[in-house]
């Protein structure tokens, strides 16, 4: 599965005007077995793996690789990188200052190596530390920003990366994808049928506007929701 994922993920990526990247944390697990860092222990053990965190040479030199394959692949691709605001306190308040700091000065040198006309960076993580410090803006786990933060945030990048008719469309797949998530108790009511049958239109008029978003899943959403 994750093979098939990876050669769906190359072709989309052919077809791509932009690719965004979003860092999380330096700190990184290696299997001691292989040397590998791994993305998932599957429940393995700790004593298996060595828990460090990556400097910033380490982090540009396997990025530099990675964005000239990606260039052959796709010449006209723009990669823009941003920094998560979620805050990885089990590995200490400190530490996550130090590996969130490791990433901002990787992006940096990748955005001087390859130029702003290839890749870019959005402050998202700045924006969460300096506009949204208040403690009303994270969940009740003081890590993860909350809805607010969110959109806020999203705001801004709207502004920063959108041109007119990408926020016109932002908007309209926006209302679409909030009625997918809608949920009624009584799901036999007229009312609720009528509105499913008007979003399900609303996304074939999206998709014939714009053909080259595919709102096929979201139809399918809507369509279970009427068969119900």
């Given at each position: 599965m994750?093979?098939?994922?990876?050669?769906?993920s190359q072709n989309v990526l052919k077809g791509c005007s932009h690719l965004f990247v979003t860092f999380g944390t330096s700190w990184v697990f290696r299997y001691k077995e292989t040397g590998n860092v791994v993305s998932n222990c599957h429940k393995l053990p700790g004593i298996l793996f060595d828990h460090y965190?990556?400097?910033?040479a380490q982090i540009t030199e396997i990025w530099v690789q990675l964005i000239q394959q990606m260039v052959k692949l796709n010449p006209d691709l723009q990669i823009v990188f941003t920094v998560s605001p979620i805050r990885h306190l089990k590995d200490g308040a400190h530490d996550n200052q130090l590996s969130k700091s490791i990433l901002l000065l990787a992006i940096d040198d990748l955005v001087t190596e390859f130029g702003t006309d290839l890749v870019s960076y959005f402050p998202s993580y700045e924006l969460m530390l300096d506009e949204l410090r208040d403690y009303r803006f994270y969940t009740s786990d003081l890590t993860h920003p909350s809805d607010l933060a969110i959109e806020l945030i999203r705001e801004k990048f709207e502004i920063?990366?959108?041109?007119?008719?990408?926020?016109?469309?932002?908007?309209?797949m926006g209302k679409l994808v909030q009625a997918c998530?809608?949920?009624?108790q009584n799901c036999n009511n007229i009312?609720?049928?009528v509105f499913i049958k008007n979003n399900i239109e609303i996304a074939q008029q999206i998709q014939n506007k714009y053909p080259f978003i595919d709102v096929g899943s979201l139809i399918k959403n809507l369509n279970e929701k009427n068969e119900i």
């Open positions: 994750i093979n098939a994922k990876v050669k769906e965190r990556l400097q910033v920063s990366i959108f041109d007119q008719e990408a926020k016109v469309i932002s908007s309209e998530k809608h949920r009624l009312g609720f049928k």
